[in-house]
């Protein structure tokens, strides 16, 4: 079946360093969403791109689709203690009502 | 808000036992999902309903079973459980494309 890969699987950062995770496919995606899971919590939605090239912001995230629509990115700047979590991007099928996760990236960040 | 609740945080049970895992959620959505998660592995479906008594199965829906007797409430069964469904369970629901919602989890040992 389809496969979402993600990387890195962990990163260590020191507080104030960006953050960078990825999420990588051989198929077309078909929409991606991104979902945050805090440590002992449950994953909950931050955003989801649909179009080629698509790029959004929310404060000091910057999250990408790309061109091919094979890839996405989900960028951190100047990371803080509360960015601390599971990152997840998962892709929609194609009838649109079951998602394929990725393995997540579990950021860590040292004050 | 949407809220998406489970019958029980933390669960123990021995090996061979019935286990019977319940969801409900307050927004009329009409998907609804298992997933496991497990260290390196991310969330992983098992199976998912998209409206009342209709399911699907997902990518590990071996040793498992549902039901949906009502629009609010999925069940997860366990038949009889085994030492390799200890694991943290979570449920979400979504209305069609859009995003996931997801409960607080179960996390479950199997003895």
Redesign the interface.
């Given at each position: 079946?389809q496969q979402v890969m993600?990387i890195p699987?962990y990163q260590h950062v020191q507080e104030g360093e960006d953050f960078t995770t990825y999420c990588n496919s051989s198929t077309t995606l078909s929409?991606i969403?991104w979902y945050k899971q805090r440590p002992g919590?449950?994953?909950?939605?931050l955003i989801?791109l649909v179009k080629s090239g698509e790029v959004k912001k929310q404060k000091r995230l910057t999250f990408q689709f790309g061109e091919a629509k094979k890839n996405s990115s989900l960028h951190i700047t100047a990371t803080q203690t509360t960015d601390v979590g599971t990152y997840?991007c998962?892709d929609?099928n194609n009838a649109?009502?079951?998602?394929?996760?990725?393995?997540?990236t579990r950021l860590m960040v040292k004050p | 808000d949407v809220k998406v609740t489970q019958s029980s945080r933390y669960l123990v049970k021995r090996t061979g036992e019935k286990v019977f895992l319940e969801c409900v959620q307050d927004m009329d959505h009409e998907n609804m999902f298992w997933y496991r998660q497990d260290p390196g592995l991310g969330l992983r479906l098992i199976y998912f309903s998209y409206d009342v008594k209709m399911k699907e199965k997902g990518d590990i829906p071996e040793g498992y079973s549902v039901s949906r007797e009502k629009k609010e409430r999925f069940s997860l069964i366990l038949e009889s459980a085994s030492t390799n469904q200890t694991s943290m369970y979570l449920c979400a629901s979504s209305l069609s494309e859009y995003e996931q919602y997801f409960g607080p989890g179960t996390r479950l040992t199997v003895t």
């Open positions: 079946g993600q699987q929409n969403q919590g449950h994953p909950v939605f989801q997840f998962a929609h649109g009502n079951m998602l394929t996760f990725g393995g997540g | -």
